[in-house]
């Protein structure tokens, strides 16, 4: 989960908190293919990890060469790597998967964009018969970002890391205050819209929205290390270890029941398998020519955030497509030239004492500038 816009590095808890500066547009060069130093980015990784990141691991494809990368160590006061296969908690990153299914029904005439809410769920928001299901994809319907009536800190994270929350208990954290504006009025990050659209899919479908993610973007495309976990607080397989510091001690937050973010932030998965799933939905493999266009259009009032991903221009003047995430302990990125050509996907996990992290920048611009 995020509460912030864009997806550059700011803060050790968020690889997705603020846009990177630019306005003209301009793509990578064709010789760009197989010339990444990967020294540079090895450097930009270690100084990632020496302010502030325990670990960091990163997949680069460039057309016609991939390769990973990584530094710091998985757990504190441990000598052991990051392992570059290691699966991690992708936070918002959730959302653009959750979109893709909400278009995937759009285009089966099961939803209708600009539908309201109300259509699908009747009575479940108190403006649900203004709020559209475009407003929700595109964080424009006003709806009260639940996540800021949490707990707040570290502290707060611990009062809630091992508690079950149901959908309705999210959405009662958001409706309980009025909207932030009127819907389509205005526009602002909130993870209450991506609970609305959870709970849509399942109404639609019949079943837990998990399963519709599966059936339709995880198994078509082999994504056999990407998993929605409920509420289950291990991460499966291979991974490194995430931490916050509360009350002087340092905590080892890693298991988390990440209930609490729901179909806005409670995925894992692996660098190689969002890089994949990027290729796959912004090559137009998982939605149909009307929908695809619908993922990546934009309002003016909405800046470049389009349908579940966001359109970031780098300082250099090249566009990138995708979205950034963050949950307790980890922060995400998967981004994408729109030719994909270009793709990075990284994993950063936060460390006892967090700084302010560099090396961020050169990594983008070594990658797609």
Not at 321 to 343: C, E, F, N, Q
Request: glycine residues 12%; proline residues 6%.
């Amino acid at each position: 989960m995020t509460g912030k816009r864009g997806i550059a590095l700011t803060a050790v808890v968020a690889l997705a908190a603020v846009g990177i500066g630019g306005t003209a547009v301009a793509e990578p060069s064709a010789d760009h293919a197989g010339r990444i130093d990967r020294q540079v980015v090895q450097r930009a990784l270690d100084a990632m990890a020496r302010t502030g990141g325990q670990g960091v691991q990163v997949r680069v494809s460039d057309g016609r060469h991939e390769f990973t990368a990584r530094a710091g160590t998985a757990e504190v006061d441990s000598p052991r790597p990051v392992p570059t296969d290691g699966r991690f908690r992708v936070g918002s990153i959730t959302k653009t998967f959750v979109s893709t299914v909400v278009l995937q029904l759009v285009g089966e005439g099961e939803v209708e964009l600009d539908a309201p809410v109300h259509r699908y769920l009747p009575g479940l928001l108190p403006d649900g018969d203004r709020i559209t299901v475009r407003h929700l994809l595109q964080h424009t319907s006003g709806l009260y970002n639940y996540t800021a009536a949490l707990p707040p800190g570290a502290d707060g994270v611990l009062e809630f890391r091992y508690k079950t929350w149901t959908p309705a208990e999210l959405l009662a954290l958001s409706t309980a205050r009025p909207l932030d504006f009127q819907p389509g009025a205005g526009w602002r990050y909130s993870n209450t819209n991506y609970v609305v659209l959870g709970m849509l899919v399942e109404k639609i479908t019949g079943r837990p929205y998990e399963a519709a993610v599966t059936q339709r973007v995880l198994r078509p495309l082999g994504l056999r290390a990407t998993s929605v976990p409920g509420t289950r607080t291990a991460i499966p397989g291979p991974h490194a270890h995430g931490y916050l510091r509360a009350g002087g001690q340092v905590v080892d937050i890693t298991e988390f029941n990440p209930s609490v973010a729901y179909a806005a932030g409670e995925m894992i998965s692996t660098t190689a398998d969002l890089d994949r799933f990027v290729d796959a939905l912004l090559d137009g493999r998982l939605l149909r020519p009307a929908q695809q266009r619908e993922l990546t259009s934009t309002l003016p009032i909405a800046g470049d955030y389009a349908l579940g991903i966001e359109k970031t221009v780098l300082e250099c003047g090249v566009a990138v497509w995708g979205h950034g995430g963050s949950i307790p302990g980890y922060s995400s990125l998967m981004v994408s030239t729109a030719d994909t050509k270009t793709r990075l996907t990284a994993s950063l996990t936060s460390a006892p004492d967090p700084g302010q992290i560099e090396g961020f920048d050169e990594l983008l611009n070594e990658v797609f500038c």
